[in-house]
């Protein structure tokens, strides 16, 4: 038996084999989740529909998130298909591009909504949809970045999308618990995924966060799938409005340089 027989997980933001809500997707399976899948425009089809094969998923189905009759559309097709929902997961996230570079102080008002728009209030539509589905309580899962609290080169305009996502989660925590419906955060340190392509210097981010996270070491799409498998399942009964921290212990550091560095400083 599996700790997901039974249950149904929608889950948006599957984008390629390489996504985090790909890796959630395949831990949520392997514990005997049924999987309705959505992806973002039709660019990304050929790359769904080929993952849901591998999983036997045949619900699959194109959502804009900025658009209300989409997403009632994909809800309405959920409860005819299966009648409730148990799990949601939103990995989405998108801003364009000239707002992840340059000074933070050029961001444009456009972008700034754009940003806002799909990779935050989404949340809330979501959630707004999924509930009435959710009649024996639920799991509302979203992805977040360390980004929503600290300053991280690069990020700009989605590190304030990150930082409202992460007060709609306990808000939404709020409103939905007495429901019996969870809402959690993950934040994962740096993953090469198609989204994290966009942000620059990834690259950096990436051995940078492998040279000083207390474990030394990167974080895989595998490891998000186990905490969002933690999270939705019955071990995460009781916890709700939170921010799961996936990040080789990143978060937890004051001074973010190496013990060779930090010697070399002061001389130690």
Same mark, same amino acid.
């Given at each position: 038996m599996?700790m997901?027989?039974?249950k ?25 989740a ?32 900025t ?5 009632d559309?994909?809800f ?15 990995s ?21 909504k754009? *940003?806002? +728009? ?8 979501? $959630?707004?949809? &999924?509930e @009435?589905l959710?009649?024996?309580? /639920? ?33 939404? *925590?709020? +409103? ?8 959690? $955060?993950?934040? &994962?340190? @740096?993953?090469?995924t198609?989204? /994290? ?11 940078y ?42 978060n937890?550091? /004051?001074?973010?340089i ?11």
């Amino acid at each position: 038996m599996g700790m997901m027989d039974g249950k149904v997980a929608l889950i948006f933001g599957v984008a390629n084999k390489n996504s985090i809500a790909w890796g959630i997707t395949q831990k949520l399976h392997g514990q005997g989740a049924t999987i309705a899948l959505s992806y973002a425009g039709e660019i990304l089809e050929k790359r769904v529909f080929p993952l849901a094969q591998e999983i036997g998923c045949d619900f699959v189905e194109e959502c804009d998130v900025t658009k209300d009759e989409d997403l009632d559309a994909i809800f309405e097709k959920v409860k005819a298909r299966y009648g409730r929902v148990d799990v949601v997961v939103h990995s989405i996230a998108f801003a364009p591009r000239e707002d992840l570079n340059g000074r933070f102080v050029d961001i444009s008002r456009e972008g700034f909504k754009i *940003a806002l +728009d799909i990779s935050a209030y989404s949340l809330i539509a979501i $959630a707004k949809r &999924a509930e @009435p589905l959710m009649t024996e309580g /639920g799991t509302i899962l979203c992805m977040t970045y360390y980004a929503a609290e600290k300053v991280v080169p690069g990020y700009h305009v989605m590190a304030i999308a990150k930082s409202a996502l992460e007060s709609i989660t306990r808000y939404l *925590a709020n +409103d939905l618990g007495p429901k019996g419906i969870r809402v959690n $955060a993950i934040s &994962a340190g @740096p993953i090469k995924t198609l989204a /994290g392509a966009g942000v620059a210097g990834l690259r950096t981010l990436l051995k940078y966060n492998e040279a000083v996270s207390p474990l030394r070491k990167n974080v895989t799409t595998e490891d998000v799938g186990n905490a969002a498998l933690f999270l939705a399942s019955d071990m995460g009964a009781s916890i709700t409005g939170e921010v799961l921290y996936v990040d080789s212990g990143f978060n937890i550091l /004051g001074m973010t340089i190496t013990e060779e560095e930090a010697r070399g400083v002061t001389g130690g």
